[in-house]
């Protein structure tokens, strides 16, 4: 049993554990930004230590716990997106009636389940990790307390999790019924091709669909990422979508790979296409941010899975990619759209108006990641979709691109639509909006890297491609 | 005769606990719901006893049909109106509802049977004692056995957050 395996797991439990004593023992709540300074700063120490494990691909207790280079480079991803929301939400939990200190708690277990899921080598861990993540992310949904809006949330995420978590766990029931093994890699071993099998990946695809946001498993998500607290949006956006796919990818390329005989490239290759053509086409009419925002996530999810689709290095290696490209620039655009709607309180699209003359750093931030979901050259997300699409060009098949590619044109409309109303407009009142340094390194940063990385993407293609190797 | 005895034995149990289920969907009082949930378990705990995994047997009379079925009751309790007699109705989606249901328990049982299942035939292992269970938690799943408690943990936080409220306490 080799310990130091877990090393930056334990250090992200004694974070939490410590904040959530330190949250308990200091009696003023006007104190508890400073749990979200330490909370940053701890998970920064654990991003640095988490650099030092590449290269190391060992598994320890029996298989079960795996520490390779995929892993590593989804637990960067993870802790990536849990300091910007955690940067980003410095100043908003002051709206927060209560326990300030322990959101930031829970957003640092929220990120441990996580990290969990993505090393879990075995079923019964992945799963353990999985609800880790979800369990604390329905008290993160429904944390604006006396909000109805935010527990209808909550309790919505909580009946559709629980019974998604439900059919996911009776399709690894399955799985262990057919192979008498949950470890992952020695599931093939045992598999051929049998009714229930093709059934056990149906219900686990739908699991993972739900959690990916995938349509038809996306009807919680516009509601959920409407009432939820803003950050908690974008951290339900970004890491727990990446997380689905990390769990995913390790399952399907790895466990019950097409060898076996269920062709669940076909479910994916269905999932993907409508996943991009009804997510971009519901978001044409949205007139609110967090809504349109949600219908462009799932959208997003959809250009995902077609990396999925190609199913061999070079499709990974462009999920890695785009999984982390999009986590900067969505956390660019809910960045601003925290502090837009705190100071407005309104997440209308149409009260975006004039933002170019009030505050031009949000504007621009804003207008640099929207282009980037789009897609357009030369910023990162652009980069990102022509590595997936040329994934599974390099295979032959044509139609997903061309769906992709149709549909990313289509994207640009509603994405520049709320470009136009920012800088088009006159704002309804000329008031500046204060924007705090926290927020302002995070849009600073989240535009920087789009930007560079859209014209010299190597160093991120590099690490992504020595990730996606470790699997095969 | 050992044989006959099990099966009699599993054909008892299992009606119990498909019986017991249906009857937590169909009955309109719910603490009758709620009493036939616990039967549920009990029954399922007896098929893990037919299954030589006696603690995890025990496992589930104490937390199921114990703690879960009080805990349940407690709710109904604190939640309940004057009148318990159409505290469990039908919605509107009973049709709909028994479609889909046939049609996956249809699915479910063609997969099941046209399937072959490798049956592992070897003696019980001491897996299933508590022995077992206690080397496999701590020594191989020990991982999963610490995220459970951490999850506990944050449940019970985060429970304590959403009951207390924004109020001042």
């Not at chain 1, 739908?206 to 950050?231: C, L, N, Q, R, V």
């Not at chain 1, 640099?368 to 098949?397: H, N, R, T």
Request: glycine share 8%; hydrophobic share 60%; charged share 10%.
């Amino acid at each position: 049993m080799n310990y130091s395996l877990l090393s930056t797991e334990m250090l992200m439990a004694a974070l939490g554990i410590g904040l959530l004593v330190l949250t308990i023992l200091s009696p003023r709540e006007k104190g508890h930004q400073g749990i979200g300074y330490a909370a940053v700063f701890g998970m920064v120490a654990i991003l640095v230590a988490t650099s030092f494990q590449y290269g190391i691909n060992e598994t320890t207790f029996r298989e079960i716990w795996i520490v390779d280079d995929f892993a590593v480079f989804m637990k960067q991803l993870f802790l990536v997106s849990a300091i910007f929301v955690t940067l980003s939400s410095l100043d908003y939990v002051r709206s927060l009636p209560k326990y300030h200190g322990e959101f930031f708690v829970m957003i640092i277990f929220a990120t441990l389940g996580m990290m969990v899921m993505a090393s879990a080598n075995d079923l019964i861990t992945l799963f353990v990790g999985m609800e880790l993540m979800t369990v604390t992310f329905f008290v993160l949904v429904s944390f604006l307390l006396g909000n109805g809006r935010s527990s209808e949330a909550g309790i919505k995420y909580l009946i559709l999790g629980a019974t998604s978590s439900a059919i996911m766990l009776y399709g690894m029931s399955l799985l262990y019924g057919l192979t008498g093994t949950t470890i992952i890699p020695e599931l093939v071993d045992g598999l051929t091709w049998s009714p229930a099998l093709a059934v056990a990946v149906i219900m686990i695809l739908a699991g993972f669909g739900f959690k990916i946001a995938a349509i038809p498993f996306h009807m919680w998500s516009p509601d959920i990422y409407e009432g939820a607290p803003t950050p908690i949006t974008a951290f339900l956006a970004v890491a727990s979508k990446a997380a689905g796919f990390a769990v995913m990818i390790r399952l399907f390329i790895q466990g019950v790979p097409v060898t076996t005989g269920v062709d669940w490239i076909v479910i994916i290759a269905g999932l993907a296409a409508i996943t991009m053509i009804v997510g971009n086409v519901i978001a044409i009419p949205q007139t609110n941010i967090k809504r349109m925002l949600a219908y462009s996530s799932i959208a997003q999810a959809g250009y995902l899975l077609v990396g999925m689709m190609a199913a061999d290095v070079a499709g990974i290696k462009s999920i890695l990619f785009y999984a982390m490209i999009y986590v900067f620039a969505n956390i660019g655009a809910f960045a601003v759209a925290i502090v837009v709607g705190k100071h407005l309180n309104s997440d209308k699209i149409s009260d975006y108006a004039g933002l170019g003359q009030r505050q031009p750093l949000l504007a621009i931030v804003m207008t640099v990641s929207l282009l980037s979901l789009a897609g357009i050259p030369p910023l990162a997300g652009f980069v990102g979709k022509l590595y997936l699409f040329a994934a599974i060009m390099d295979q032959g098949v044509l139609w997903p691109a061309f769906i992709g590619f149709v549909m990313s044109m289509i994207s640009v409309y509603y994405y520049l639509n709320v470009c136009l109303y920012m800088w088009r407009d006159d704002p309804k009142d000329d008031q500046p909006i204060h924007v705090s340094g926290a927020i302002k390194l995070t849009v600073v940063v989240s535009m920087v890297v789009t930007l560079v990385l859209g014209v010299y993407p190597q160093p991120l293609a590099e690490m992504a491609n020595i990730a996606a190797k470790a699997l095969f | 005769m050992n044989e006959t005895v099990y099966v009699i034995a599993f054909y008892i149990l299992a009606a119990i606990v498909l019986f017991s289920a249906i009857g937590v969907v169909v009955l309109k009082n719910i603490v009758h719901s709620a009493l036939l949930l616990a039967l549920t378990f009990v029954g399922v705990a007896g098929i893990y006893v037919l299954l030589n995994a006696d603690y995890l047997a025990a496992v589930q009379v104490m937390v199921y049909a114990g703690a879960i079925a009080i805990l349940i009751a407690f709710g109904v309790m604190l939640t309940r109106r004057p009148n318990m007699k159409e505290s469990n109705p039908f919605n509107s989606s009973a049709v709909v509802g028994f479609v889909v249901a046939a049609g996956l328990f249809g699915t479910m049982a063609w997969a099941i049977l046209t399937t072959t299942f490798p049956l592992g035939l070897t003696a019980p292992t001491d897996e299933i004692s508590v022995r077992g269970v206690a080397k496999l938690l701590l020594e191989d799943y020990t991982v999963s056995f610490e995220a459970a408690a951490l999850l506990l943990t944050v449940a019970m936080a985060g429970a304590i957050i959403i009951a207390k409220g924004a109020k001042k306490a």
